[in-house]
């Protein structure tokens, strides 16, 4: 009887986990500030005391986790509508790079290594520090990076060049799954992408994992049975 009880705690507690992160924005859900990290730790409290111990009555730890995303909810609010508030409950963007100089009384104000801070910058195909202009650490932690103007790729708008639309690939087939409203959002019918899968030695769509076609009318297609040798990646 204790395990269906425990059980049934589970279920009910994801349950509201799943309503409260439906209220959160997905800003929330993508990436924490201060108070985010704060609210997740205290459902996470509340909701280990209450499988933990069965004996506890149950609904007001149900009611203590609805209370906490409400209150959530509300003082994120209370934080976009106000920005003094705002300043004290979140953390502001921190300059680590200025002029291509590391700024390390900012590192060592944040506690932000220069291994953590190479890191960052090879995680956004920085390998040379003399690239960076400006470098900045986000409130969540992120490092935003804008390099120097010689180390910028060049734009076709740079070379005076004309540029076609590029938007987005509408995806035709979805695991082995002919996706008819991408087809009739773009004109096309079923017949037409058949007899262009023909063209490509592709008899069966169900063979197919993803096929998409850009807004230049080239269609991209990966199939189930591809590639046949997955290359190891090494450390």
């Not at 280990?48 to 609805?66: E, T």
């Not at 291994?115 to 969540?140: K, S, W």
């Not at 010689?150 to 734009?155: D, K």
Request: proline letters at 5%; a neutral charge.
């Amino acid at each position: 009887m204790e395990y269906l009880l425990v059980l049934y705690r589970v279920i009910t507690i994801l349950a509201v986990f799943l309503i409260v992160a439906l209220l959160l924005s997905k800003r929330h859900l993508g990436r924490f500030n201060v108070f985010d990290f704060i609210t997740a730790v205290t459902l996470g409290a509340v909701a280990g005391a209450d499988m933990s111990d069965i004996n506890a009555p149950h609904g007001p730890r149900i009611f203590a986790l609805f209370m906490i995303g409400i209150l959530h909810v509300l003082f994120t609010k209370l934080i976009l509508e106000n920005r003094k508030i705002g300043k004290y409950l979140t953390f502001d963007p921190t300059m680590v790079i200025q002029n291509g100089k590391i700024v390390v009384k900012n590192l060592e104000r944040v506690r932000y290594s220069l291994d953590d801070l190479l890191c960052q910058l090879r995680q956004n195909g920085i390998f040379d520090l003399g690239e960076v202009e400006y470098a900045i650490l986000e409130p969540y932690g992120k490092l935003s990076v804008l390099k120097k103007s010689q180390y910028l790729p060049v734009t076709p708008k740079d070379l005076n060049l004309p540029s076609e639309y590029k938007g987005l690939s509408t995806p035709l087939i979805i695991e082995g799954k002919i996706n008819s409203d991408g087809l009739q959002s773009i004109g096309f019918t079923e017949p037409w992408l058949v007899d262009k899968l023909n063209n490509l030695g592709i008899t069966d769509p169900g063979e197919v994992f993803l096929a998409l076609l850009n807004t230049r009318g080239d269609l991209y297609v990966s199939k189930y049975a591809e590639p046949a040798n997955v290359q190891k990646v090494s450390h």
